[in-house]
């Protein structure tokens, strides 16, 4: 868990810089974000994600790494909680095309540096165990 003190946000970086989409995943992992008895937890889910045709396991993908990302946020109080908690936005996000699609890239880079920024103010120290 040391990775969480706010000398180590470097690290966090070269993790954001490597694979984007597991940042959040990773952090939400550490900070033990995960409920017991959500979908991402039931392996038949990503079993069937996986056999029809590996389009689905790809969506799937996505929307728990948006979600980690975004209870990640919420733990560590970036600004907007409003806006990147609530689903109804990330979905009006996929709907509308091109500006809905420019919007959703920026809330996950949003996201991503925000989280960033708060590791490197050190608000991940009080959740070292």
Known sequence: MDLLKQKNWWIW??????????????????????????????????????????FPFIIMLTVFSVQSLSM????????GEEIYMSPYTWILCLIVPILGWTLLFIMVLYLNIWCLISLYRGNGEKFIK
Do not use: R
């Open 13 to 54: 970086l070269f993790i954001l810089l490597l694979g984007n989409s597991f940042f959040g995943i990773i952090l939400a992992s550490m900070l033990d974000l995960y409920q017991e008895d959500a979908w991402y937890k039931k392996w038949y889910v990503w079993v069937l994600g996986v056999c029809l045709c590996f």
């Open 72 to 79: 990640v946020a919420k733990k560590l109080s970036v600004p």
